[in-house]
Each structure stands twice: as C-alpha cells, then as structure tokens.
C-alpha cells in the first residue's frame, strides 16, 4: 500500500486520486502531520509514503511540481542548547534524507513571507509547513517516503495572495507522478 499524505482538501481530493492510494489528510503544521503519519504507520505499515503539498520558493528558482530529497527543520530555536534548526538533546540528526535526488526543503509551524538568510545558508530551495514531521515519522518507522512540492510563492510579501491563488494548480501534475508509481512497488522506493 502507497499512502498519500497531503495537508489540506484543497491540495489534493478524495475524489480524484487514483485506485490503489490511500490518502490522509493531515491538517496544517508539523504536529497535525506527525500525529496523521504515526496514526496510518501503526494502522496501516505502508510501503511507502507519499508527503505531496505546497510550498514557497527560496530564492525563486523552484517552480512548478519538484521532488525534495532532503528536509531540515527551519523553526527549531533552542539556542544556546544547540543551533538554530537542531533539536536539542535529540537521537536523530537535523537533517532527513531520502536517498533520491531533490530539492532541499525547510518545514516550520510559519508561513514564510519574507527573506531569511540562514534559510539560503542551509542551500534551502523551498519552505513548507508539514515535511519533517512526516519524513521524521516514516524515517524512525523504517518506512520508506517521498515528497512533491507544487511551488504556489516566492516566500515573500505577497506569498499569502499567491498561496490562494494557487494552492489547486499542482494537483494534475501531482497525479502524473501518482500514476508512474502506481505498480512500482518496492522499487518505489
């Protein structure tokens, strides 16, 4: 089984993923998605999982569906007790990768408007607001996982505006990844 995860209905519908996918709506933020993720881990031992949502460009050089190989945290602010994307005391490394090439990706419980240089020091290309919880589910589950971005902003002044604008506008590119996967299998991953 092949689970999709997706933050919210107006990213990607019920009705129109294709047979052979199970999809969860998780809600927004990295608690809503780490509470979703665990639930259909434990439920369901999927061989893969999906993370597909929007995000804002860093830089503006992402654009349109992309694939994220590698998810750091961006709100993590425990200094002095480690640095700035780092959790303290924590087992697991501040980075998640997935093994596939990819856009790196930044998840934090904000909605980015505005230009933040440690962000372009970490060679961050886009922001979200769910990735690392779910990549962090799957990595301690020993689940395979893989993300989609539909880059909807530039993270910027008027990335609100463009984030409404064009929050559905990836879903039929989303479904043609969908369907290469479907039948892949262990090769999925």
């Known amino acids: 089984m092949i689970v999709v995860i997706v933050a919210l ?3 990607l519908s019920r009705r129109t993923l294709p047979r052979g996918f199970e999809l969860v709506h998780a809600g927004v933020g990295k608690i809503n998605a780490a509470l979703a993720t665990s639930a259909v881990l434990h439920a369901h031992r999927p061989e893969l999982v999906v993370n597909y949502g929007t995000a804002g460009a860093i830089g503006g ?4 569906l992309v694939e994220v ?9 425990a200094v ?4 700035r994307g780092v959790t303290p005391f924590d087992r697991d490394g501040p980075e998640i990768a997935n093994g596939r090439p990819g856009l790196c990706c930044a998840s934090g419980d904000s909605f980015v408007t505005a230009s933040d240089a440690w ?3 970490q060679r961050v290309d886009l922001v979200d607001m769910e990735l690392f919880a779910i990549a962090r589910a799957c990595a301690r589950a020993q689940v395979p996982w893989r993300a989609y971005k539909f880059v909807t902003d530039e993270a910027g002044e008027a990335a609100a505006d463009d984030w409404r604008a064009r929050v559905g506008d990836g879903e039929a590119l989303f479904l043609g ?3 290469s996967l479907r039948g892949m299998g262990e ?3």
């Open 80 to 83: 002095p007790l480690a640095p």
């Open 9 to 11: 209905e107006s990213e």
């Open 177 to 179: 990844v969908l369907e």
């Open 187 to 189: 090769g999925a991953h």
């Open 61 to 64: 050089a992402a654009r349109g």
């Open 69 to 77: 190989g590698r998810v750091i945290q961006r709100d993590m602010l």
């Open 119 to 121: 962000l372009q020091q």
